[in-house]
């Protein structure tokens, strides 16, 4: 059994190697200087989000990194990169699609293209290989059946429910924040017109049915949370590792977004190597793999082929159906970054 993890561990460093040789990346120079750093620090990439977990035991296993990570949203992970610029503690960090190019922004990142890169959408890239998607998440619900006899399957259902409904942070977490503009979306707005997404939500709010509690894998299960807006990766591992038969997870039929989360590398990183080395894992094969392991659809889905029993642990791509991404990213950040302002002015007042 030990020979067939250690050839099979050889064979995904050969197939890195291999990637790299065809794209200009010297893999080998880049695995020798992190194997020098000994060590990747990470934030916002537990091991329980989107399968991390598997992705950190390979790296340590192939190339030696240790690891350690600090659980925390997007905005919590910029802010941190550009706290500790003189003694940092991070060196790669996971964030939201519209928290990419705010990361670029405030300086705090570096860029690595991996040897995969071409095969990366256009619009889930920043050009200069700051960032890039690994994976897309759409928003969906997550119900406790227990809580909820009537499960809703639009936001239209949402609105008429008796069960209380939770977003999470609105003004850090890229997860809430895709929550709103879904919601927007499904009810006529788009990237510039967020208000319908607003209106919902505050409709809640008045009849005392938004809930204060994040929706995590501790609500959910301590049944704090009856309904909850969350990525469809995150939903469908909290069910599993809770128990499937007391939640149920859909995306809703009157339309949702699919976004994303990228690395960042951190700028002013201590083991910068080992952060470079472990993206171009990410964007592997291999990496790709872990990733839909854990229930999120990864960015390069047309160019590999999911085991059976990984891709039988996705949603019905029939759910998908009125599933769109964002459009006009420079108008979507524009309105990202308004949002923790108009959510205090149209929705927490009514509470």
Same mark, same amino acid.
């Given at each position: 059994?030990?020979?067939?993890?250690?050839?099979?561990l050889?064979?995904?460093?050969?197939?890195?190697?291999?990637?790299?040789?065809a794209?200009?990346?010297?893999?080998?120079?880049?695995?020798?200087?992190?194997r020098?750093? !000994?060590?990747?620090?990470?934030?916002?990439?537990?091991?329980? &989000?989107?399968? &991390?977990?598997?992705? &950190?035991?390979?790296? !340590? /296993?192939?190339?030696?990194?240790k690891?350690?990570d600090?659980?925390?949203?997007?905005?919590?992970?910029?802010?941190?990169?550009?706290?500790?610029?003189?003694?940092?503690?991070?060196?790669?960090?996971?964030?939201?699609?519209?928290? !990419?190019?705010?990361?670029?922004?405030?300086?705090?990142?570096?860029?690595?293209?991996?040897?995969? @890169?071409?095969?990366?959408?256009?619009?889930?890239?920043?050009?200069?290989?700051? @960032?890039?998607?690994?994976?897309? *998440?759409?928003?969906?619900?997550?119900?406790?059946?227990?809580? =909820?006899?009537?499960?809703?399957?639009? @936001?239209?259902?949402?609105?008429? !429910?008796?069960?209380? =409904?939770?977003?999470?942070?609105?003004?850090?977490a890229?997860? +809430?924040?895709?929550?709103?503009?879904?919601?927007?979306?499904?009810?006529?707005?788009?990237?510039?017109?967020?208000?319908? *997404?607003?209106?919902?939500?505050?409709?809640?709010?008045?009849?005392?049915? $938004?809930?204060?509690?994040?929706?995590?894998?501790?609500?959910?299960?301590?049944?704090?949370?009856?309904? *909850?807006?969350?990525?469809d990766?995150? #939903?469908?591992?909290?069910?599993?590792?809770?128990?499937?038969?007391?939640?149920?997870?859909?995306?809703?039929s009157d #339309?949702?977004?699919?976004s994303?989360?990228t690395?960042?590398?951190?700028?002013?990183?201590?083991?910068?190597?080992?952060?470079? $080395?472990?993206?171009?894992?990410?964007?592997?094969?291999? *990496?790709?793999?872990?990733?839909? /392991?854990?229930n999120?659809?990864?960015?390069?889905?047309?160019?590999?082929? $999911?085991?059976?029993?990984?891709?039988?642990?996705?949603?019905p791509? +029939?759910?998908? =159906?009125?599933?769109?991404?964002? /459009?006009?990213?420079?108008? &979507?950040?524009?309105?990202?970054?308004?949002?923790?302002?108009? @959510?205090?002015?149209?929705?927490?007042?009514?509470?």
């Amino acid at each position: 059994m030990k020979r067939l993890l250690l050839a099979s561990l050889m064979g995904t460093a050969i197939s890195l190697a291999t990637q790299a040789m065809a794209n200009d990346v010297d893999i080998k120079s880049l695995e020798q200087a992190a194997r020098a750093e !000994g060590a990747v620090n990470s934030v916002g990439m537990p091991d329980s &989000w989107a399968n &991390w977990k598997d992705t &950190w035991v390979d790296l !340590g /296993k192939i190339y030696g990194l240790k690891h350690m990570d600090t659980d925390m949203s997007s905005a919590q992970e910029i802010a941190k990169f550009a706290a500790e610029k003189d003694n940092a503690s991070a060196d790669i960090g996971d964030v939201g699609a519209a928290f !990419g190019p705010i990361a670029v922004q405030q300086g705090v990142t570096q860029a690595f293209k991996p040897s995969t @890169w071409e095969q990366i959408p256009a619009w889930a890239k920043d050009a200069d290989g700051n @960032w890039m998607l690994a994976y897309t *998440g759409s928003i969906a619900f997550i119900v406790n059946k227990q809580l =909820v006899k009537d499960v809703p399957h639009s @936001w239209a259902d949402l609105k008429k !429910g008796k069960y209380k =409904v939770a977003i999470g942070d609105v003004s850090a977490a890229a997860q +809430a924040v895709n929550g709103v503009l879904a919601a927007a979306i499904a009810n006529g707005g788009d990237e510039t017109n967020i208000q319908p *997404g607003l209106d919902l939500f505050a409709e809640l709010a008045e009849q005392g049915r $938004l809930g204060l509690s994040n929706p995590t894998i501790q609500t959910l299960e301590k049944g704090e949370v009856e309904v *909850g807006i969350v990525w469809d990766f995150n #939903g469908l591992s909290y069910r599993d590792q809770i128990d499937p038969s007391r939640f149920e997870v859909l995306i809703p039929s009157d #339309g949702s977004v699919i976004s994303g989360y990228t690395t960042i590398i951190n700028k002013y990183a201590k083991n910068p190597n080992a952060a470079k $080395l472990a993206r171009e894992y990410i964007l592997s094969d291999a *990496g790709q793999i872990n990733l839909a /392991k854990g229930n999120a659809r990864p960015i390069r889905a047309e160019h590999l082929t $999911l085991p059976a029993d990984v891709q039988a642990k996705l949603l019905p791509n +029939a759910q998908y =159906v009125n599933v769109r991404p964002v /459009k006009d990213a420079k108008a &979507w950040e524009a309105t990202a970054k308004a949002l923790p302002q108009l @959510w205090q002015e149209h929705v927490i007042i009514n509470m």
